[in-house]
């Protein structure tokens, strides 16, 4: 599980640029609105839209835009038909990719990613050839230096609110649910006064590949690269780097 933990770390110790928070608005407005073309625009009634705008509010959108792509979703207001799919394959040192995506043109998008992953040391893989790497798990992180609560008390809520396992990483709880658990787990843990980094229902590796200094710098890059693609909603990957190689990277930056 620590693959995917030590990259949530990471992404949110990254400092958010104004166009990367535009870009990633952009990709929150597609969910949104896919989600409510799919089941409806009452997200009382919908899941994953109500899943979609909580993800949304996290990160500060703007309930007019919010607003605006559920419309667009429901056909109040015109839009674009996007369409929901996973790529898989592997990166450099044979790490495992799973990637979300959401497109208009699939056949564009998937050459545009067969290019960036074979440019950075990566290659598409056959459907299915690590899904079973992965399982889907309600995650929510929290950074011990926002809230008053020690690690063990985070840890004890957690287990009270019905969390399946938790993990800590750099100052980083890590708390995994059930899927079908998430929204009422993160509710409870509301209750109790924490408050989250980053909650998200996420595809969690079952095990993870540790790198050397020069197999994660290729990596990170590619992450980079794959996350700055405006059809790719998320990136689930299963390394680890141990701390002293990425305090290393990060003192190189």
């Known amino acids: 599980m620590a693959g995917h933990s030590k990259w949530a770390n990471i992404k949110h ?12 608005f952009s990709k929150l407005s597609k969910m949104i609105s896919l989600a409510a073309r799919e089941g409806g625009g009452d997200p ?4 994953d839209l109500r899943l979609a705008i909580q993800k949304a509010k996290d990160n500060n959108m703007p309930n007019d835009n919010i607003e605006r792509a559920v419309k667009r979703g429901t ?3 015109e839009g674009v038909d996007y369409e929901k799919f996973v790529y898989e394959g592997y990166g450099p040192g044979g790490v495992a990719l799973y990637l ?4 208009d043109n ?6 545009e990613i067969r290019h960036l992953l074979s440019k950075h040391g990566g290659n598409l893989g056959e459907s299915g050839c690590v899904a079973w790497m992965f399982k889907r798990r309600g995650q929510l992180i929290v950074d011990l230096a926002e809230i008053d609560y020690d690690e063990d008390e985070v840890m004890l809520e957690a287990l009270e609110a019905g969390a399946e396992d938790v993990s800590v990483e750099d100052g980083m709880v890590t708390i995994f649910t059930d ?10 843990l509301e209750e109790a006064g924490l408050k989250f980094s980053a909650a998200d229902i996420a595809m969690i590796p079952d095990n993870t590949i540790e790198l050397d200094k020069v197999t994660a710098k290729k990596n990170l890059k590619l992450m ?11 990136v689930y990957s299963n390394f680890d780097i141990p701390d002293e190689i990425m305090n290393e990277i990060s003192e190189e930056e």
Do not use: C, I, W, Y
């Open 179 to 188: 899927p079908s658990n998430f929204e009422e787990s993160r509710k409870k």
């Open 100 to 103: 979300d995506l959401m497109s």
């Open 13 to 24: 110790k990254k400092s958010k640029e104004d166009a990367k928070r535009g870009k990633l």
């Open 44 to 47: 009382e009634m919908n899941s």
């Open 106 to 111: 699939r056949n564009r998008t998937a050459a």
């Open 75 to 77: 056909g109040e207001l």
């Open 224 to 234: 980079d690269v794959l996350e700055d693609h405006d059809d790719v909603q998320e």
